[in-house]
C-alpha cells in the first residue's frame, strides 16, 4: 500500500483500506513478539492507527531508492514500539514481510530499537526517550535550509514527554515556526508501571505546545479519516503538535488499557484468542 494507491478512493473508502492494513499490521505484532518472546505489545497496538496512516496514505517515500532527498522524514522516537514500525516498513515495501520473523533473533537486522544502519525507511536510530523530537526539529531546519519542500514527522509516547530535551526542542521548534514538522504523541496514557498522571502530570498538553507557539490540535488516534485529514492539512505557519488519544493495547481485549501489558508476552493461548480479535 502507497498514497498513490489511494488517491482515488473516497475519505470512506480510503479509512476503510486504512483500517484494513491497520488490522493487518496489529496480526503482525502478535506474531513477532510471540515468537521473539520479547517486545512492547501495548505501545505497539496504540500507535498502529498513526504508523498506518503516516505510511499507508500520507508520506512522500520511495521504497526502491530509500535515501531520495526529496523524501518526507519521519522518526519514531518512541523507538521500543519497534515491531509496529517494521510492520509498516513492510507493508510499504522496504522490507520483505519474511524479515518480521527475525525479529529480535541473534544477529537479526531488525533490532528491539530501530536501527538505520540497518534498515531501509528507518531515519534516526531510536530508543533512548526524548531525542526523536530534538533530530525531528534538526531535520525540519535542515529542509528549510536548504530550501526544500520535504516534511517531518516524529511520533513520541506520551511519557517520553517528562523528558525535560523535548520541551527544548518544542520551544525552538516555535521559535523558528517550523511549518515543515508534525510531532503527534502517541496519548494512551500509560508508561512502564504505572500511569503517566501518577507519574508526572502531562495535561493539558496542547496548551503547553501552544504555549511554545505551536499549533495544536487533540484527535482520536484510532479514526484514519481524521488523521489523513490532519496530516494532509496545509501548513499554518506554525509546527503542528498532535495530541493523539489512543487505548494501549488497541484491538486486543484483554491487553488494553492494561499497564502490566507495557513488556509482557502473551502466552500461547492468548496469542491465539488476539489473532482470533484482531481477525
Known amino acids: 500500500m502507497a498514497p498513490a494507491d489511494l488517491a482515488g478512493l473516497s475519505p470512506t473508502e480510503r479509512a476503510a483500506a486504512l483500517a484494513t492494513a491497520a488490522k493487518s499490521i496489529r496480526r503482525s505484532v502478535v506474531r ?32 526502491a531508492a530509500p535515501l531520495w532527498p526529496e523524501r518526507d522524514r519521519f522518526i519514531l522516537s518512541k523507538g ?23 525479529f529480535m533473533q541473534p544477529l537479526s537486522r531488525l533490532n528491539g530499537h530501530p536501527n538505520r544502519r540497518k534498515v531501509p525507511g528507518v531515519e534516526a536510530n531510536t530508543g533512548p526517550l526524548g531525542h526523536g523530537l530534538p533530530i525531528a526539529v534538526g531535520s525540519a531546519i535542515a529542509a528549510r535550509l536548504s530550501g526544500k519542500n520535504w516534511r517531518t514527522f516524529v511520533v513520541m509516547g506520551d511519557g517520553e514527554m517528562q523528558e525535560g530535551s523535548n520541551w527544548e526542542a518544542i520551544m525552538a521548534a516555535g ?14 496514557r500509560l508508561q512502564q508501571g504505572a500511569r503517566t498522571e501518577d507519574t508526572n502530570t502531562l495535561d493539558p498538553l496542547t496548551d503547553k505546545f501552544a504555549a511554545f507557539g505551536w499549533d495544536t490540535l487533540e484527535i482520536d488516534g484510532h479514526d484514519h479519516a481524521a488523521l489523513y485529514e490532519l496530516f494532509t492539512r496545509a501548513p499554518s505557519g506554525k ?6 488519544n489512543t487505548t494501549k ?9 492494561r499497564v502490566e501489558w507495557h513488556h509482557k508476552v502473551p502466552n500461547a493461548e492468548q496469542v491465539a484468542l488476539a489473532l482470533k480479535e484482531l481477525a
Open 32 to 63: 513477532m513478539i510471540n515468537a521473539a518472546q520479547l517486545g512492547h505489545i501495548g505501545g505497539d497496538l496504540s500507535v498502529t492507527d498513526i504508523l498506518t496512516t503516516l505510511f499507508g496514505a500520507v508520506l512522500k517515500l520511495d521504497p
Open 80 to 102: 521500543h514500539c519497534a515491531a509496529a514500525l517494521y510492520s509498516v516498513l513492510a507493508l510499504r515495501g522496504f522490507i520483505e514481510w519474511d524479515l518480521l520473523e527475525t
Open 175 to 188: 521559535h523558528r515556526k517550523l511549518d515543515n514538522l508534525v510531532a503527534i504523541v502517541d496519548r494512551n
Open 239 to 244: 509546527p503542528l503538535g498532535v495530541v493523539a
Open 249 to 257: 493495547g488497541k484491538g486486543v481485549s484483554f491487553i488494553e488499557n
